[in-house]
């Protein structure tokens, strides 16, 4: 049995293959391997993973169909093969747009700064006293991925970050208090700014409000930071790539926005303040 399978036509090739194989071939393979494994990273737990899924079921039924002559069945998926490269374009859009970005993104460098720190415990502050007395917030930190487009279409202020202007903005009495405020390179950019909402056919809305599917829709839009908080629970969560991780403390929360956004902590900073607004 051993040596039937040996002498395959299949292992044969391989063995063949292997042995002529250059160093350009092996970089073809390992390159071309790294991109199928990119694009399944992109697309898990999406709705377009499933659609590749049935894409892949499709390719399968059409060599089935031509191997057994099934004229009519092949002619209709050969040509809508023949079409699927504009397909995946609509298709994956989003996905691609997303992808592009982030590569785009990690070519790109950005100072981190103690205006950056600042704005960090004044977020972690304002964060954790708004939660306290149930008031709603959302918070983007823009890291490589530019979120021009965002701050455009909301209102522009570009002011240093502080407790009492966000928790002035947050103020259910304030205009802009629905909308989520932008941070970029440690100053307030822009506020009331309305984010891509997670679609509602994702199996993970229906745990979620409002602010947290557009803090999930960003997060896999871009690679930028999202505060969130809850004014049902009264929880502050940070999102990050699609993931929501809930806060037990200002120092996790402190400790989390540093590490992502490659601050080194200040230990004058660190020292904590009693409540929003107070200075020492």
Known sequence: MLNKL??????????????????????????VALIIFQVIRMVKGTRNGQVLLGLCFLALVNKLATRYELLTLSFLISYFISNLFLVLVILFASDIRRGLARTAGRFTFSKADSQALVAVNEVVRASFFMAEKRTGALI??????????????GAKLFSVVSDRLLLAIFNTKAPLHDGAVIIQDGRLAAAGCF???????????????????AAIGLSRESDAIVVVVSEERGLVSLVRDGDVEVMMGAGMLRDRLLAHLGLSPDKKMAQSRKGPGARP
């Open 140 to 153: 983007v930190f823009e890291r490589r991925v530019s979120l021009g487009e965002y701050v455009e279409a």
């Open 6 to 31: 040996l002498q395959s036509d299949i292992i044969v090739n391989l063995v063949s293959a292997t042995k002529n194989m250059t160093l350009p071939d092996a970089l073809d393979i390992f390159v």
């Open 195 to 213: 984010l891509p909402l997670l679609p509602s056919e994702d199996h993970i809305s229906q745990f979620f409000g409002t602010r947290h599917r």
